[in-house]
């Protein structure tokens, strides 16, 4: 993902990091995980970066980026999406 597009809602800034075992499919599954949460879009992703603690196995690191759609007031309108 490429383009950073907010829409309306709440967004947040996600760090991730893994540094056992496959680090890169943690990172992955750790991405579809997020996308699949209910209505939130992930809108970002940075590449992974590599770091290489002293005394430690090297950890790999990523940002995400995502957005929530929050819920309408009224309460008809909460229905419509399941909130």
């Not at 075992?21 to 943690?26: E, F, M, N």
């Not at 992955?28 to 995980?33: C, I, L, R, T, W």
């Not at 690191?61 to 929050?70: G, I, L």
Request: hydrophobic residues 40%.
């Amino acid at each position: 993902m490429s383009t950073l597009r907010i829409d309306d809602g709440e967004s947040a800034c996600i760090g991730m990091g893994a540094n056992l075992g496959d680090a890169r499919a943690t990172l992955k599954a750790a991405q579809h995980a997020l996308a699949a949460l209910p209505g939130t879009t992930l809108t970002a992703v940075s590449p992974i970066y590599r770091s290489a603690p002293i005394d430690a196995p090297a950890k790999f690191e990523q940002v995400a980026h995502a957005t929530e759609q929050t819920c309408p007031d009224d309460a008809a309108a909460r229905r419509a999406w399941s909130c």
